[in-house]
């Protein structure tokens, strides 16, 4: 038995939800176990790099003094740094083999005491209400039925404080050409966000700022073979991705990413 299999709670009323909680957590079981998974630095998976570093400077600028939630946070996680930059980090996600290596990293990097983990279902989380500032969560939210983790999310969420997720757009139809082709890498119930889903969290929190990453940028693929070109042509099409998006926000829609902001408005 994994050491993080703390139980899920369980609901004997809806065996879709549980066939579907089982799935990922089997799916996530067999990537986390396998060292081999990770992709290079010239693959479709190396694009999206703006985005996240526009995600870590969002996690940064709110870490300090921050009791911090990292949700879904897989095994490369961001645990780290969030308690580098000043954070105090509770990383929860529905995959024991996840948990375990988030832990064993913590370990690693001599941090175990600053930092808590539990194998926990994101849309059923069992922390009272309002215990943080700062929710965080790369590729997770498109994991989850987005009415309960939206909710789950504002709920223990402090008032004034700010839930930042980085999550594939699905409205591209390369994009969703290339995931036809590859469904391998994805679990059967994951649905890149739709904008109806981003509508969405509108009616869970006070403010839902996006930006966009990713579009133009494919291009850098027809440099995948040509090394030295990769990193100048990956820089010069994010900077053409920065001016369209800001020309046209409507061009957001076909991204491959969106780093969402959304806050919880303060009481009173
Ligand atoms: C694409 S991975 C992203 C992991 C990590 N955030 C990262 O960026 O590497 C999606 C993660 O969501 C987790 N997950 C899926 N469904 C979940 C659920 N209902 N509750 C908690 N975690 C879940 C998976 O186990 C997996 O770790």
């Known amino acids: 038995m994994h050491v993080g ?20 957590r089997e ?15 010239q693959s479709i998976y190396a694009l999206p790099k703006a985005a996240y570093r526009a995600f870590q400077r969002e996690l940064q600028g709110r870490a300090a003094g921050a009791d911090i939630l ?30 375990d290596a988030a832990r064993e990293l913590a370990a690693e990097r001599g941090i175990s005491n600053r930092a808590s983990f539990a194998r ?8 009272p209400d309002e215990s943080f500032d700062l929710i965080v969560g790369r590729a997770i939210l498109h994991h989850l039925d987005l009415e309960k983790a939206y909710a789950s999310i504002a709920r223990v969420l402090r008032p004034g404080g700010t839930a930042v997720f980085l999550e594939p757009l699905g409205h591209n139809p390369l994009i969703n050409l290339y995931r036809r082709f590859t469904p391998h890498l994805r679990t059967e119930d994951e649905h890149p966000l739709l904008m109806p889903d981003i509508e969405l969290a509108k009616r869970h929190f006070g403010t839902v700022d996006l930006e966009y990453f990713t579009l133009l940028s494919m291009g850098t693929l027809a440099f995948a073979k040509v090394p030295p070109l990769w990193t100048p042509a990956l820089k010069a099409l994010d900077a053409l991705d920065a001016g369209l998006f800001k020309l046209l926000p409507v061009a957001g829609r076909w991204a491959w990413t969106v780093n969402m902001v959304m806050s919880k408005p303060h009481k009173g």
């Not at 799916?27 to 990770?38: A, I, L, S, V, W």
Request: with cysteine; hydrophobic share 35%; charged share 30%.
């Open 70 to 99: 990292e949700y879904g946070c897989g095994d490369c996680s961001y645990v780290a740094q969030l308690i580098e930059w000043g954070g105090r980090v509770t990383a929860i996600d529905i995959s024991d083999a996840a948990i």
């Open 5 to 24: 299999a703390e139980p899920i709670r369980p609901s004997e009323t809806d065996p879709e939800l549980e066939r579907r909680l089982a799935a990922e």
């Open 27 to 41: 799916f996530h079981n067999r990537k986390f176990g396998d060292p081999e998974e990770h992709g290079n630095s």
């Open 120 to 127: 926990m279902n994101a849309e059923d989380l069992t922390f």
